[in-house]
C-alpha cells in the first residue's frame, strides 16, 4: 500500500530498499523479515516528520525463474504475474508494509533503463567480449570461486556444492560480455577507508574489505545460454546478468534516465536492507557499477543475519520455509511484526521458535502492555466515568516516570533511527511500560480510591493520568513496530479529537510531558493481545 506522510519539499527523501525478491516461488519468513524491518525503518523516520521513500519488489529474470515457470508449464512472464498478484503484494498488504512503490525487473520502465546502462557503460569502454568457464550456482545466479565450494557427500559425493543452498554447482563454458570490476579494488578500498559506516554491521564490513584487498576480477554481465532476461543492446545474442539488472532497480524505480528531478530529490538509497549472502552484489559491485557511472554511492549496506530453524538458513530449498501466515493466524499481525526485530538483534544470525515467540507474547506484549492499557482504561471509566482526570498532584514518583520516558524515547530514536538496532530501541519502550505497570504498583490506586478525602481524590487522578498519559507516549513510540495495536490505543486515549492523528505525531515530541489533554473521554476497546488461547489456533 502507498505510504502517506508529511513531505518537506526541496529535501532529499531517506530512501530504503529491500533486496527484490525472486519469484520463483512464494515468499517465506526470511523475506518477511527484511521487509518488516525496513517499513519500521521508514515508518520510525516518517515518525519524525521526514521525507520518506520506501522501495521493494521482485526480480524476474533469470535462469531459476525461467526453470520454475517450465517446470508449472508455463512462460516466465506468466509464472512472475501469478506470484506477484496472488502471493507476494498480498502479503504485504496483510504485514502492513508501507511501500511506497513495488518494482517489477520485467516492467518497461526498469528493461529500458538497464539496457541504457549498460550501453553507456559499453559506450565508454568499461565493458568487453571474453569467455567464461567455471562453476555457477542457479540458486544464487552467481559464479562461485572454486574455493568457496563444499565437497559433497553421501549421494552427492564427488560434486561440488553452493555453501549457501547445499546443491551441486554447474559447470558453465560461455561467451560473456565482461564489466572491468577488477579495476575498481583500489577505488572501493578507499570509499571504505573514508566512509567506515559504508557497511553494516562491523562484522560484514570487514568481510568485504577482505575480499576486495584480496584482489577482484572482472565480472561477467551477460548469459547467452538462455533468453529470459533484457536482450544485451549491441548484440541480442545475449541478456545481461540477471544481477546487474536486478542492482540497477534502485535506480530505475526512482526516475533514472526520465525523471531527473525525481532522481535527485531519492537517489541514492541512504539504506539498502540485505541478507547476508547477497551482501558483496551491493557492497562491491553495485557501487563499483555507480562509480564507473558517475553516479552517487548509498549511504549504508546493512547485512542482517539469517533467520535459523533447527540449525540451517530458512529457505525453502532446505525445507524450512515457514509461511508467515502460520503464525499471524495464531500470534496476530503487530505480534509478529513486534517479535522477529524484538527477539533477533538485527544483524547476527538468530534462531525462530515457536515456544519462544509464545513466551515473549505473553510476557511482553499480554501481560506487560496489553494488561497495562486494560488496567488503565478500566480505572479512568470505574473512578471518573471514564474522563480523564487532571493531575493536580504532580510529584517526584511522576516526575521520576517522566525523566524514564524522555530517556526512553531518545535512547528508541537513537537506536532504531540510526543503527537499526530494532531490538535495542523496542526493549527502550518496554523498559518504559515495565517501570509504568511499576509505577501502578507501588501507588496502587485502588486503595487510594477508597479514601474520599480530596487530597486522596487529587492523588487518585494524578496515578491514572500519569499512566495514561505514559500509555499516549507508548502509541506513539510504538506505531512504526505495531501499527494496528498503536492505532487502538490511540483510540481508547480518545486522544485523535484533541491531538490529530497518531501518524501526525512526532518522536522529537513525544516526550513532552502533560500532551494528552485532560477531559478526553478513555473507552475500554478491545484487548489489545488476547490470551493465546483465546485467538486462533495456527
Excluded at 6 to 29: C, M, R, S, W
Excluded at 199 to 208: G, I, K, L, T, Y
Excluded at 248 to 260: H, K, R
Excluded at 314 to 330: A, E, F, V, Y
Aim: charged share 25%; net charge negative.
Amino acid at each position: 500500500m502507498a505510504a502517506t506522510g508529511t513531505e518537506q519539499q526541496g529535501t532529499k527523501a531517506f530512501y530504503v530498499t529491500t533486496p527484490i525478491y525472486y519469484v520463483n516461488d512464494a515468499p517465506h519468513l526470511g523475506h518477511a523479515y527484511t521487509t518488516v524491518a525496513g517499513d519500521v525503518l521508514t515508518r520510525w523516520h516518517r515518525q519524525r516528520g521526514e521525507k520518506v521513500w520506501y522501495l521493494t519488489g521482485t526480480d524476474e529474470h533469470g535462469q531459476k525463474v525461467m526453470r520454475t515457470a517450465d517446470a508449472n508449464g508455463v512462460t516466465p512472464q506468466e509464472w512472475c504475474d501469478k506470484l506477484v498478484e496472488e502471493a507476494w503484494k498480498p502479503l504485504w498488504e496483510h504485514l502492513e508494509i508501507a511501500n511506497d512503490d513495488f518494482i517489477r525487473t520485467t516492467q518497461e520502465r526498469h528493461t529500458a533503463r538497464v539496457q541504457e546502462f549498460v550501453q553507456d557503460l559499453y559506450d565508454k569502454g568499461e565493458i568487453y567480449k571474453g569467455g567464461y568457464e567455471g562453476p555457477y550456482c542457479v540458486g544464487c545466479e552467481e559464479f562461485k570461486a572454486p574455493g568457496d565450494l563444499l565437497d559433497g557427500e553421501g549421494d552427492l559425493a564427488g560434486q561440488k556444492l553452493c555453501p549457501v543452498h547445499k546443491k551441486p554447482v554447474e559447470m558453465l563454458q560461455e561467451e560473456n560480455y565482461f564489466f572491468k570490476l577488477s579495476e575498481y579494488g583500489p577505488k572501493l578500498l578507499e570509499f571504505y577507508a573514508a566512509n567506515p559506516d559504508f557497511v553494516q554491521p562491523e562484522s560484514a564490513r570487514n568481510e568485504v574489505v577482505r575480499f576486495v584487498e584480496q584482489g577482484l576480477q572482472d565480472l561477467s554481465i551477460s548469459r547467452s545460454a538462455f533468453d529470459w532476461g533484457v536482450p544485451v543492446p549491441w548484440d541480442d545474442k545475449h541478456v545481461i546478468y540477471v544481477w546487474v539488472d536486478a542492482l540497477l532497480n534502485y535506480a530505475s524505480a526512482v526516475g533514472y534516465g526520465t525523471d531527473q528531478a525525481r532522481f535527485d530529490a531519492t537517489f541514492p538509497a541512504d539504506v539498502h536492507l540485505v541478507g547476508k549472502d547477497i551482501l558483496r552484489f551491493h557492497a562491491v559491485i553495485w557501487p563499483a557499477m555507480l562509480m564507473a557511472q558517475g553516479l552517487p554511492l548509498p549511504g549504508k549496506v546493512f547485512a542482517h543475519g539469517w533467520l535459523m530453524v533447527g540449525g540451517e538458513k530458512m529457505s525453502k530449498s532446505n525445507l524450512t520455509g515457514i509461511k508467515p501466515q502460520d503464525l499471524t493466524s495464531h500470534f496476530g499481525v503487530d505480534a509478529y511484526r513486534w517479535y522477529f526485530l524484538r527477539g533477533i538483534q538485527f544483524g547476527q544470525d538468530g534462531s525462530f521458535s515457536w515456544e519462544d515467540f509464545t513466551a515473549r507474547y505473553t510476557s511482553e506484549l499480554a501481560n506487560d502492555f496489553g494488561n497495562l492499557a486494560s488496567r488503565v482504561a478500566a480505572m479512568v471509566g470505574k473512578y471518573f466515568g471514564g474522563t480523564l482526570p487532571e493531575a493536580t498532584a504532580h510529584g517526584d514518583a511522576e516526575q521520576a516516570l517522566a525523566d524514564a520516558l524522555a530517556e526512553a524515547a531518545a535512547a528508541a530514536d537513537e537506536r532504531i533511527g540510526e543503527h537499526l538496532d530494532f531490538a535495542g530501541g523496542i526493549a527502550a519502550v518496554f523498559d518504559f511500560i515495565k517501570k509504568v505497570n511499576g509505577y501502578l504498583t507501588e501507588q496502587a490506586p485502588w486503595k487510594v480510591a477508597k479514601d474520599d478525602s480530596p487530597e486522596a481524590q487529587a492523588r487518585l487522578a494524578t496515578i491514572l493520568y500519569t499512566a495514561a498519559e505514559s500509555l499516549r507516549a507508548c502509541a506513539v513510540l510504538l506505531n512504526p513496530v505495531m501499527p494496528s495495536t498503536a492505532e487502538k490505543l490511540w483510540a481508547s486515549l480518545g486522544a485523535e479529537e484533541h491531538l490529530g492523528g497518531l501518524a501526525d505525531q512526532r518522536i522529537g515530541t513525544v516526550a513532552r510531558w502533560g500532551t494528552l489533554p485532560a477531559g478526553v473521554t478513555v473507552t475500554k476497546g478491545e484487548i489489545l493481545f488476547p490470551r493465546l488461547e483465546e485467538s486462533k489456533s495456527a
